[in-house]
Each structure stands twice: as structure tokens, then as C-alpha cells.
């Protein structure tokens, strides 16, 4: 069997090649330099060659991407799971897994069960968007001694139980280190922008791509529906991914939008539905996506629309979990990016920026 090498770069494909397959690895990287491309190519060579290997991503809605990404790149008899962790632990520990107040679950309880557990010498994980699980998931794996490679960018955290780079390192043990750089999904005004938002220590490299620039609009009360209505229809092959911080929000778009153009056909996904048209989406289809912020990380959309900065209007804009948050949905645009506001006031945040970088209206 062979590899496809799908979409990678000569840079990408060097760093994949250049990863033993034993041991411990951790590869890093801003938004758009292929972390979750690679952790998909790194699953499927390890399960070619006859290792078995679990996927495992934070997001249920990201878990649905790197499946349609491993799909495409191999035969399906390759022993290669696609998993959440959460849905993971919760096989691996058994029925009645205790959990605690944070979601996640009772560690020390995972901790006694691994210590009575026989070792898997063959227990192979590759983690996408790795700095969203806590460190006591890789405390686990160290005890369990399996071999893990993350994929993790700790500018990208937008969950309070999460991991920096440095706890991950710890609690794995022996870690090698890899960095990625280059940004391939953005347009350079699109990365400029996500830069003002940037909290980390030194601005990724800007993409050479060009495109148009970031747009805020003032809408009407419930005018975010029309914005999305023209946008479908000026740009009807491209995924229009809209990103918002409630559930209500999401079905309030979704009512609306049905009634106005049902042709469209919007997609909702919410993680609380267990099955159905909110649960599971066909990604790759053009059109209106709506989702909450919680479940953006790792995806990524043609068109980009955040209707409704106007709720973060009273949160302080130097506020780094706010920076943050807007630094990974910006950075889901590949070619159009819009934020829009009801209201009088642009947001605190928004304001700050300067017309060259941000068009108004």
C-alpha cells in the first residue's frame, strides 16, 4: 500500500517523513501551516505500515473533518480509528467512567485503572489540536506507554481545561520537538488582521497570497440573516462558515434563514444534539455552516462571517482569552472574512483597528 500525500507542501512532507515512528513527538504551529492535514497523513502512514492508531481530537465536529480527510487518503482496512478523547477514555476505562465538574474525568480514578492495567506495547495516538486536552490526559498516556504525537498550537486555546506546550512536554516524558511555520489557508489581509489578536511571542510569517480585505458591518436588529443571504448568493460555491457565541444565536439564524431562502440549506451543528441534521454535516458541501465558537478550532471555511462581535462589547479588548478567541475565528477564513455588529458602537476590540486593515460598512 502507499501513501497519498494529499495537498502537502515539500516543507510538510519533509516534516512528516522526517518522524520516527517510535516514541514521542510534539509538532507546532500557527493557524494554517497543516497541523490537522498532517496528524491525518501521520495516522494513516503509521496504520500502513502496520501499526493501529487512534485519532483523537478535543472537538466532535473536528473529530467529522480529519474522518472525511482519512477517508480520502487511504483503503478503508488500515486499522486506523478516527475518535474523540472523551469517547476514547470512556472505552478504554469502561462503563461508569467518573467524571468531574471541569467535563473531563476523574484522573486519579484513570490513574489507579492504567497502574492495575496490563501495558499495550503497541498503543499508537496522534492528537490534533492537542492544547485543548488537559495534562492529565498525557500524564495517562505516559502511564499507559503509548507512543503520541501532537499536533498543538497554544495561541489557539479557547477551553479553560487545556494544555501549554511545556505541559505537554512534562507530563509525556521524553517529547521531541518539531515546529511548522508558513500560513496556507489565510490570505495575507486576512493573517494581518488575525495578527492584531495574536498573543504569543512573535507574529507568524504573513501569507503571499492576496485577497480582499476584513469587512465589519453595523446590522439592523436581526439583519445578520440578509448579510448571509447575499453572501450565498455572491459566492454560491464557497462554504460560508458562521461562527457565534450562543446556541440561541445559531437557531435564530437558522429559523430565519430558513424562511427567507430555504433553498440554501443551512447546516447547524450544536454538540448537545446526540444524532441527526444538528449532529452530523457534510463539511465539503458549499453553503451556510452555522456554528458555535466552541466547536471553530481546526476547521476551516471559504468565507468567514462573525455576526455578533456586539456581545463581547463589554469585555475588556486587552483581555487575552478574548484576543485569543478572535485570533483562531479569524484565522478559519481561506478567502473572505466579514464580523459584523448590531448596535451604535463598533466593539472595543474592532475599534481599535485602523481602516486599512479592517473595512467598514
Known sequence: MTLTYLDLSSDQR???DSLPFDGNHLISGPPGSGKSLLAAQRAVMLALTGTPAVLLTRSHLLHQSLASTVH?????DRGLRVATAHSWLADWYGPKAPRTEDGWYDW???????????LDPG??????????????????????????????????????TNSTLAEIVQRLGNCTRLELDGNRRNTRQIA????HFHTGLGLPVLPERDGPPPRVHRLPDRG??????????????????VIVNSKHTQFSLLSSLERRAPRLKPQLYTSQAIGGRYRTLDLARPGIVLVHRASAKGLGFDTVVIPDTHTDASVDP????????????ATRARHELHLAYEGETEPPLLAQIGPGELVRG
Request: contains cysteine.
Open 192 to 195: 494581518a488582521l488575525a495578527a
Open 224 to 241: 445578520a440573516a440578509d448579510l448571509l443571504v447575499t453572501l450565498a448568493q455572491r459566492h454560491p460555491e464557497h462554504t460560508i462558515g
Open 14 to 16: 519533509d516534516v512528516l
Open 123 to 160: 498503543l499508537t495516538l496522534i492528537v490534533d489540536e492537542g492544547q485543548d486536552l488537559p495534562p492529565g490526559f498525557y500524564r495517562l498516556c505516559r502511564l499507559l506507554g503509548a507512543r503520541v504525537t501532537v499536533f498543538a498550537d497554544e495561541c489557539q486555546r479557547l477551553t479553560d
Open 72 to 76: 480520502a487518503l487511504g483503503p478503508r
Open 108 to 118: 486519579s480514578a484513570f490513574y489507579e485503572r492504567a497502574a492495575d492495567a496490563d
Open 318 to 329: 486587552t483581555s487575552a482569552a478574548l484576543r485569543m478567541t478572535y485570533y483562531v475565528l
